[in-house]
T-cell receptor, first 113, second 113 residues
Framework: DVKVTQSSRYLVKRTGEKVFLECVQDMDHENMFWYRQDPGLGLRLIYFSYDVKMKEKGDIPEGYSVSREKKERFSLILESASTNQTSMYLCASLGAWVAYEQYFGPGTRLTVT | TQLLEQSPQFLSIQEGENLTVYCNSS?????LQWYRQEPGEGPVLLVT?????EVKKLKRLTFQFGDARKDSSLHITAAQPGDTGLYLC?????????????FGTGTRLLVSP
């Protein structure tokens, strides 16, 4: 079974802090994604990576950056956390564009106070 | 990220009832996935449909892809409390790249004993 893990299930940070969210997948997938999920807004793509050190901006990249130094690990960085970044963050990996089947991690619920 | 229109947005039913969730778009998709997300967890892939008119069954769940590959439905027979969750459809358009994934607005299902 594909396994996607995220470093924290719940996180509480203060405004202005730098926040790191880590995602690891064990299926040798090339493609990895970071989404945020908010009530009424669905899943919105923050960043996407299609290979090591390669990244593409999604729909809402402002205030975020990413790092992919190893194939299995994709990190999301909030440079200076703000209260409007309180959300559920979901990581996903995708092995083959033919099937478009994404495998999601359990999510990190981040609260910024 | 565009949105696929899902209906209903929210459904509260009693155990044993049947229900149908719809996923509609004006776009043609090369494939469509259905996911279920339980509270506090990440979405879990249920099925992928690829061919127009295709019907797939997963125990009490029946998935159908429209003939024109613009819409899909999920029918649950004799719903159980374990079916409770958020159901998401995700459509994939022809081409490559993350830009081609279109997310549904979600249907939240509550099945009471």
């Amino acid at each position: 079974d594909v396994k996607v893990t995220q470093s924290s299930r719940y996180l509480v940070k203060r405004t202005g802090e730098k926040v790191f969210l880590e995602c690891v997948q064990d299926m040798d997938h090339e493609n990895m994604f970071w989404y945020r999920q908010d009530p009424g807004l669905g899943l919105r793509l923050i960043y996407f990576s299609y290979d090591v050190k390669m990244k593409e901006k999604g729909d809402i990249p402002e205030g975020y950056s990413v790092s992919r130094e190893k194939k299995e690990r994709f990190s999301l960085i909030l440079e200076s956390a703000s209260t409007n970044q309180t959300s559920m963050y979901l990581c996903a990996s995708l092995g083959a564009w033919v099937a478009y089947e994404q495998y999601f991690g359990p999510g990190t619920r981040l609260t910024v106070t | 990220t565009q949105l696929l229109e899902q209906s209903p947005q929210f459904l509260s039913i009693q155990e044993g009832e049947n229900l149908t969730v719809y996923c509609n778009s004006s776009s043609v998709f090369s494939s469509l996935q259905w996911y279920r997300q339980e509270p506090g967890e990440g979405p879990v892939l249920l099925v992928t449909v690829v061919t127009g008119g295709e019907v797939k069954k997963l125990k009490r769940l029946t998935f159908q892809f429209g003939d024109a590959r613009k819409d899909s439905s999920l029918h649950i027979t004799a719903a159980q409390p374990g079916d409770t969750g958020l159901y998401l459809c995700v459509g994939a358009k022809r081409g490559t790249g993350f830009q081609k994934l279109v997310f549904g607005t979600g249907t939240r299902l509550l099945v009471s004993p």
